[in-house]
């Protein structure tokens, strides 16, 4: 089952935690780091993935959390 990402967003001069897929962010707040800390523990929880986008909305840091399969396949 794939687990939905998390993403970092500008938004009128804050910054959004959202889901992939969500029109609405799930929390708005006033730094990017503050925005950042609030997904990385989304995404660990629910072992996922991490966007931050960048102020132009490009994205510029992935993380991923979860289990990678070891050894890897192919």
Do not use: C, N
Request: proline share 5%.
């Amino acid at each position: 089952m794939a687990h939905k990402s998390f993403h970092v967003t500008p938004k009128d001069g804050k910054w959004a935690v959202r889901s992939s897929g969500s029109a609405r962010a799930a929390r708005v707040v006033k730094t990017q780091k503050e925005a950042i800390d609030i997904a990385r523990e989304k995404a660990k929880r629910d072992g996922s993935e991490l966007y931050v986008h960048g102020k132009d909305g490009r994205i510029r840091e992935r993380s991923t959390y979860g289990k990678d399969p070891y050894p890897p396949k192919g």
